[in-house]
C-alpha cells in the first residue's frame, strides 16, 4: 500500500488546516491508520489514529480537543482535520498504516508509511 500526505502549509497561530492521505489500494480500508509528526530536532511522536471502520480513535493530550481524525474507505483517505492550531504544532505529519488492535501510538505498529507533509504554525 502506498500513502500519500497532502495538505501541509503555513498558518498562523489560531488558524486550521486539513490533512489527507489517499492510499493506493482498496485494502487500505483494511487496515488502522494513524498521524504522527516529526518536529525539527525532535523524535517522531503520535498524533492520531483510528481502527479500520472508525470506531476506534485516540488521540495525543497535545492535540485532544483540537484535532479530529476521520476516514472516507470508499475514498481510501484517511482526513486529520487541526483547528487551533499553536506554533508547538510545527513538524512534518506522516500518516501511516497497519494491523495494529492498540492505540497505535508506536512507530513499530506502522506496516506503511506516507512521504510526510510539513506543517508551519506561525505566532
Known amino acids: 500500500v502506498q500513502l500519500q500526505a497532502f495538505g501541509g502549509g503555513l498558518v498562523q497561530a489560531g488558524g486550521f488546516l486539513r490533512l489527507s492521505c489517499v492510499a493506493s489500494?482498496?485494502?487500505?480500508?483494511?487496515?488502522?491508520a494513524g498521524w504522527l509528526r516529526q518536529a525539527p530536532g525532535k523524535e517522531r511522536e503520535f498524533v492520531s489514529s483510528?481502527?479500520?471502520?472508525?470506531?476506534?480513535?485516540y488521540y495525543s493530550d497535545s492535540v485532544k480537543g483540537r484535532f479530529t481524525i476521520s476516514r472516507d474507505n470508499a475514498k481510501n483517505t484517511v482526513y486529520l482535520q487541526m483547528n487551533s492550531l499553536k506554533p508547538e504544532d510545527t513538524a512534518v505529519y506522516y500518516c501511516?498504516?497497519?494491523?495494529?488492535?492498540?492505540?497505535?501510538?508506536?512507530?513499530?505498529?506502522?506496516?506503511?508509511w506516507g512521504q510526510g507533509t510539513l506543517v508551519t504554525v506561525s505566532s
Open positions: 489500494e482498496r485494502t487500505y480500508s483494511n487496515f488502522a
Open positions: 501511516a498504516a497497519g494491523e495494529f488492535a492498540g492505540l497505535g501510538t508506536r512507530d513499530s505498529d506502522y506496516d506503511y
Open positions: 483510528i481502527s479500520w471502520k472508525g470506531g476506534r480513535i
